[in-house]
């Protein structure tokens, strides 16, 4: 035990020199401009500290403000610009007592700075630096907090604070800047910068309006991630800031600029400045450095959603600033190694072993396979071999001339391995070593977003399918394909939709539809109108009394969403349609002739807005070829793209295509599209029925002889069509018991409807009862009723109930062999 004291007290006197060892040093220079700054950094490095700060008194004693920090943004542990003396800070407790504080998690759970924090899981230290000079403040996210060490180190580094003069960098005035100079306030956005700078964008003075969004304007897109990084204040701390940028010009490459810049705090309630140089870095290089290449990266992968944009992005970042001959991007799984992306993509181009790997599109190999690889990967940093270093030939064969494996670490593991491979000799300096460790850190975390993007992607796609008809029902005289893609600019779940409903008499509705928004809430409510137009189309309504119910569904529901819908009913044997707009786009016609044609139906308001709306129906004449389009508006609206113009080129499309195929056509559309937002799209080809059925119906009227009059009817009807005897028989009896039904335990209209298809008799009894009859499952021989269902039931071939316009349809089917 006196051992293990001792070699603690050892190491406690090791820190706490070095500590004081390099505090020398830096105090050894005082008038160094980042002195403070330099000072605050050790307790980054001996301290244990994920932030340290120097709070100090401003011009009102009642106050005291962030002077300099150094580590992450202070914003992350809730921690304050500025403090009233007065208020219940640790910060401020601190400062009155004049005694240090040291809290953990759990004494911070009820202050002020863990309740402006997600998850408090911190500790902090305040060490008051004397009653006028303010207070030393670290934030340690380690999970026992300051140790006695760490504790040492930070007093240590408390006494050799040396506090700034007050006013010794006062906020520049007009006419004060240098040419190169700007000065940034990070509340408003205003800057003042010199004239050089402002001929480096190109504005005059005059037409320069003091914002930094006009300069931001200016500056190449891919590039803004990096910049709003220093501009935006909360992802900042205190400290000096070095970046490279791109300028638009007017003709030509955009010009490289260098910003150095240094953030301040205000004090006396001020807000924070940014105060720094820009320079023109055109001039001083052959060719961009590593820190622009690294920015590149750094922006490409920012916005790389799917593990091949991460390849694609780092392909574009290395191979060709290093004049690389191949590259590969592998994901580490278990124990295997799966190689993503290749650049170039041809099998030829990579090593004999890798293509007798490859069992499905990209080699897939266990890593023991390649031993020094696996070494690479246990040691989890950066690994060069220059020409004629012996490699196993999976490996060697990469890179003769030269290889690089940068393994890709993120969240303590390694997510995977990026090979680079040069054909000739070539020497690798020390520069480059960097360049290619920091991408590597870079992409390993965008790998591990990427797969968990592309994972949930893929999840929230599945669940979007499953609310989905699986498959589109067989139709007579049409055919009918429907696709459906998800969006890429999220992980929530869309609500569009899309459905094919058959109904009676050779009818169908087309359905397509969208509901606002892209959450759980708008694809259950999209699962919902989808069942409640279902089933107000299938009991018998018109179009327009549909959609009128599905509206009134939507607006009784107490939803903030609402939904647009299409709705079509094609009569399959007429060739006629009738069409109801809610606030959807409209539907595209393709004619046998090839030309295309926007249908302008008539439009009500979109479901869930009005009580009393009113979806007026549009009819519509198919000739026998003619193609009928449903869409979303993500197929034809975009940032970038106005809905007409999205609806035009859509028809153009239509027309130029080949209506043979639907399939094919369906996917052609989509090629292409813009994928901001979820896009469902219908296809229907109507070919127009081979045979059509006969039909007739009859009104039965509630008198005496009803049921003479509807037999009568149909024995007339049945011999116009040339009914065997026995089926007429058989068809007599069936109407005589169905109707009788509907006129005794039903009240209201009664219709009969007789029609015939393929030898295939169908007669149906309409009436104003939801109530389906029941058959008996018993009869005495003494009951005087209950048998007419039986009755029914034994001559006909199939018989069964629908739901007709808030009542039912009684039907039976009779064929020659019945």
């Not at 629908?802 to 089917?813: E, F, L, N, T, Y």
Request: with cysteine; aromatic share 4%.
């Amino acid at each position: 035990m006196a051992d293990v004291a001792s070699e603690g007290a050892a190491v406690r006197r090791t820190r706490a020199e070095r500590a004081e060892r390099a505090l020398d040093a830096l105090t050894a220079v005082p008038s160094s401009p980042d002195r403070l700054r330099r000072v605050l950094e050790q307790g980054l490095v001996l301290g244990g500290a994920a932030f340290v700060g120097v709070y100090v008194p401003g011009g009102d004693p009642a106050g005291l403000y962030l002077a300099e920090s150094a580590g992450l943004p202070r914003t992350l542990f809730g921690l304050r610009d500025g403090y009233q003396v007065t208020s219940g800070s640790p910060v401020c407790t601190a400062h009155r007592t004049g005694r240090p504080v040291w809290l953990g998690p759990q004494e911070l759970a009820d202050t002020p700075e863990a309740r402006r924090t997600p998850s408090p899981d911190f500790s902090l230290a305040v060490l008051p630096l004397g009653p006028a000079d303010g207070c030393l403040v670290a934030v340690s996210e380690q999970p026992g907090g300051f140790g006695t060490d760490d504790r040492t180190c930070l007093e240590v580094i408390a006494g050799a604070v040396v506090l700034p003069a007050p006013g010794s960098t006062p906020a520049p005035e007009d006419g004060e800047l240098s040419d190169d100079a700007f000065a940034l306030a990070m509340d408003s956005g205003r800057v003042e910068v010199g004239d050089g700078i402002l001929r480096l964008f190109g504005i005059g003075r005059g037409a320069f309006d003091g914002r930094v969004e006009t300069l931001l304007g200016l500056t190449v897109p891919e590039d803004l991630p990096a910049l709003m990084s220093v501009v935006e204040a909360d992802h900042m701390s205190l400290g000096e800031r070095e970046l490279e940028f791109r300028v638009l010009q007017p003709s030509g490459p955009p010009k490289w600029l260098r910003l150095r810049g240094r953030m301040l705090s205000g004090g006396d309630g001020r807000p924070a400045r940014l105060v720094g140089t820009v320079a023109d870095t055109s001039t001083l290089r052959s060719e961009v450095t590593d820190v622009a290449r690294v920015q590149r990266l750094a922006a490409a992968l920012a916005t790389a959603g799917t593990v091949k944009d991460v390849g694609h992005a780092v392909v574009a970042a290395l191979r060709r600033p290093l004049h690389a001959d191949r590259i590969a991007l592998a994901e580490l799984e278990n124990d295997r190694l799966v190689v993503t992306v290749l650049d170039p993509p041809e099998p030829e181009a990579w090593p004999e072993l890798w293509r007798t790997e490859w069992r499905t599109e990209w080699p897939d190999a266990p890593v023991r396979a390649m031993p020094t690889l696996a070494a690479a990967l246990n040691e989890g940093r950066a690994r060069i071999w220059p020409a004629g270093s012996p490699l196993e030939p999976a490996l060697a064969g990469v890179g003769p001339g030269g290889l690089a494996v940068l393994p890709l670490p993120a969240g303590g593991r390694m997510a995977g391995a990026c090979l680079i491979g040069w054909d000739r000799p070539r020497p690798f300096g020390p520069d480059e070593r960097a360049l290619l460790t920091a991408c590597a850190g870079l992409t390993g975390q965008a790998l591990v977003r990427a797969h968990a993007f592309d994972a949930e992607h893929e999840l929230v796609g599945m669940l979007q399918r499953t609310l989905l008809p699986r498959r589109l029902p067989r139709l007579p005289g049409a055919v009918a394909v429907a696709r459906y893609l998800p969006t890429v600019s999220g992980l929530e779940v869309g609500g569009d939709w899309y459905d094919v409903i058959p109904l009676t008499d050779n009818h169908v509705a087309f359905v397509i539809g969208d509901v606002q928004g892209h959450n759980a809430g708008a694809a259950t409510l999209m699962g919902q109108m989808r069942t409640a137009l279902r089933a107000y189309a299938a009991e018998g309504h018109p179009p327009d009394v549909v959609v009128a119910h599905a509206n009134r569904l939507l607006l009784e529901m107490e939803t903030d969403l609402f939904a647009t819908c299409a709705y079509v009913d094609v009569d399959m044997e007429q060739g006629t349609a009738l069409c109801v707009r809610a606030g959807h786009v409209q539907p595209v016609l393709r004619h046998p002739d090839g030309s295309a044609e926007i249908v302008r139906a008539e439009g009500g308001p979109p479901l869930g807005v009005l009580f009393q709306a009113e979806f007026p129906m549009t009819p519509l004449r198919l000739q026998p070829g003619t193609v009928l389009a449903l869409t979303t508006d993500g197929l034809v609206e975009s940032p970038d793209a106005d809905i007409d113009d999205g609806m035009d080129r859509l028809a153009r499309e239509l027309a130029a295509a080949d209506p043979g195929h639907l399939g094919l056509v369906a996917d052609a559309l989509l090629t292409g599209a813009h994928r901001a937002d979820d896009i469902a799209l219908l296809l229907m080809r109507y070919d127009g029925m081979a045979v059509r059925a006969l039909r007739e119906s009859w009104t039965v009227w509630r008198v005496p002889e009803a049921a003479r009059h509807a037999r009568r009817f149909t024995r007339r009807t049945l011999r116009s069509w040339d009914v065997s005897p026995d089926t007429l028989d058989a068809a007599l009896l069936v109407v005589s018991e169905l109707v009788t039904n509907a006129l005794v335990h039903t009240g209201g209209q009664v219709r009969l409807d007789l029609s015939l298809v393929n030898h295939r008799l169908r007669l149906a009894v309409a009436d104003a009862s939801p109530r389906s009859p029941v058959k008996p499952t018993s009869i005495g021989w003494e009951a005087t009723g209950g048998r007419g269902i039986l009755l029914v039931e034994a001559v006909s071939a199939a018989w069964g109930t629908v739901p007709v316009s808030g009542g039912k349809q009684v039907w039976a089917d009779l064929t020659p062999d019945t």
